[in-house]
């Protein structure tokens, strides 16, 4: 399973992993859909990493800082799969941290 090229998600965004380096070290950009009605797609940097070595199904992190729509900053970890049609598919959990005014408010911060 190869992490590098570009992937869709069932929201249609995109992300584009470049080839990760030999610590397993990869960087990209996700591209995601800010409007449903035709409003533009926003790219933002992705920096992650992958397990190396002798594993056919990597597992791998990255992180996202959302950019010119938003302060918010994702995290995502996953791993790539390989179906029994011979399709590459990234598995994937994420989760989402918007800034609050206060320590209050922090319950309100994560998605």
Request: charged share 20%; net charge neutral; hydrophobic share 40%.
């Amino acid at each position: 399973c190869d992490l590098r090229g570009l992937w869709r998600n069932k929201q249609e965004s995109l992300m584009e992993i470049w080839a990760p380096r030999d610590d397993g070290s990869f960087q990209g950009k996700y591209l995601m859909q800010v409007s449903l009605s035709g409003g533009c797609i926003c790219a933002s940097p992705l920096r992650g990493t992958q397990h190396l070595g002798k594993v056919a199904q990597p597992t791998f992190g990255f992180t996202v800082c959302w950019e010119r729509f938003s302060n918010a900053t994702a995290v995502f970890v996953g791993q790539c799969f390989v179906d029994t049609g011979g399709k590459e598919v990234l598995v994937i959990a994420w989760l989402l941290r918007e800034p609050v005014g206060s320590l209050e408010d922090d319950w309100r911060a994560m998605k």
